[in-house]
Nanobody
Framework: QVQLVESGGGLVQPGGSLRLSCAASGIVFSIYNMGWYRQAPGKQRDLVARITSGGNTNYADSVKGRFTISRDNAKNTVYLQMNSLKPEDTAVYYC??????????WGQGTQVTVSS
């Protein structure tokens, strides 16, 4: 079975940092595009960052310069380094694995709370 397991969420003060990890199993990880999405209460789930199987990245404007997505194919893991965190970054963060335009898997999400 396909599994995406997020970790690294938690409570952090504004200006702080967190690194999220998403460990994948049940897929040939290296050929999947990976992404991080987030959903705040009452809001839709939005793309935060994406990294393709080839290593190309893109980011939501709201996180550019603060967040970095990376992947380690040897560990079947994608990361999201989050720096200079703001209260508006508070959300549940979800890991997504996708291939082509039809096949996708989602993790369960990990809570990130930015508050003093």
């Amino acid at each position: 079975q396909v599994q995406l397991v997020e970790s690294g969420g938690g409570l952090v003060q504004p200006g702080g940092s967190l690194r999220l990890s998403c460990a994948a199993s049940g897929i040939v990880f290296s050929i999947y595009n990976m992404g991080w999405y987030r959903q705040a209460p009452g809001k839709q789930r939005d793309l935060v960052a994406r990294i393709t199987s080839g290593g190309n990245t893109n980011y939501a404007d709201s996180v550019k310069g603060r967040f970095t997505i990376s992947r380690d194919n040897a560990k079947n893991t994608v990361y999201l380094q989050m720096n200079s965190l703001k209260p508006e970054d508070t959300a549940v963060y979800y890991c997504k694995a996708g291939r082509g335009i039809t096949l996708a898997y989602w993790g369960q999400g990990t809570q990130v709370t930015v508050s003093s």
